[in-house]
């Protein structure tokens, strides 16, 4: 499995805070079936002072110790970047990395506050040539009175991300909630780990990957932490990679009839 976001490099950010927690998360990943993972620290300006040479010197020495401690897992560079207003050029500049030096790359809203003008931001990003992937859309507090928008911005070109852990209730109820929601109604293009350490936010993707097989079918399960990351790895183009349901087909195996257990789950909200 690929897994497009974590925040494994340690003392960059808030994710692992030792060389050791680093390694006990890439074991874990590993363990877990995940053979490819994106190392994604927050690029936050005025609280994580992020750019593409540091985490690449980062990412290097991290990368030796797994080799040193025969870790089989393959490491590449991105970033989880928050808003900002010199975003597009810092992307063309290459200060803010993209996933593995591809079209690709994490776009952070915030998390309690509705991003104004959300439409226009990925429209500018996709008009220049960038693909973003939308970053845990299901954990933001303004989802509800902003649903909306995130089906706007997946029918536009952008990526949609969920956190694995959201679909089996680690961050609470509503979490869970809109992130089914969002994977029954065929929007979510990827599962990702967004892992911070082996407890509370590990680096597992198996999980996930079980509960979406339940709504949308083994195959669809597959392209969510497989076929589409692995897609971002090579920089496919958008076009050439097959879409979730609702914006390309409907998924080929359908388990679960949507109608009783959307009710059921609506019910779960909090």
């Not at 969920?162 to 969002?182: A, D, H, N, Q, V």
């Not at 929007?187 to 780990?193: C, R, T």
């Amino acid at each position: 499995m690929y897994d497009v976001h974590s925040h494994i490099l340690p003392g960059i950010d808030d994710g692992a805070r030792t060389a050791e927690m680093a390694l006990d998360m890439a074991r874990m990943a590993a363990g877990d079936g995940i053979t490819h993972m994106a190392c994604t620290p927050h690029i936050y300006p005025g609280l994580f002072e992020n750019t593409a040479e540091g985490i690449a010197q980062a990412l290097g020495k991290l990368q030796q110790l797994l080799q040193e401690q025969e870790i089989g897992l393959e490491l590449t560079m991105g970033a989880d970047i928050q808003v900002v207003p010199e975003m597009l050029s810092s992307l063309r500049s290459g200060v803010f990395p993209t996933i593995n030096g591809s079209r690709y790359f994490l776009f952070e809203p915030p998390h309690h506050i509705p991003l104004v003008h959300f439409s226009r931001f990925v429209a500018d990003a996709l008009s220049a040539g960038f693909v973003p992937i939308i970053t845990h859309p299901e954990r933001l507090s303004w989802v509800e009175t902003h649903y909306q928008e995130f089906q706007t911005v997946a029918r536009a070109g952008a990526w949609l991300q969920i956190t694995s852990g959201s679909l089996t209730g680690r961050f609470g109820p509503g979490p869970e909630y809109w992130g089914k929601r969002m994977l029954d109604e065929g929007l979510v293009h990827l599962l990702a780990s967004d892992a911070h350490n082996v407890r509370g936010r590990p680096p597992l993707l198996s999980e996930g990957e079980a509960v979406a097989a339940q709504y949308l079918g083994a195959r669809e399960a597959r392209r969510l932490v497989h076929d589409r990351p692995e897609s971002v790895w090579r920089d496919a183009h958008p076009e050439q990679v097959i879409p979730p349901p609702a914006l390309g087909q409907e998924p080929e195996e359908s388990p679960r009839k949507r109608q009783g257990w959307f009710r059921f789950l609506a019910g779960r909200r909090c």
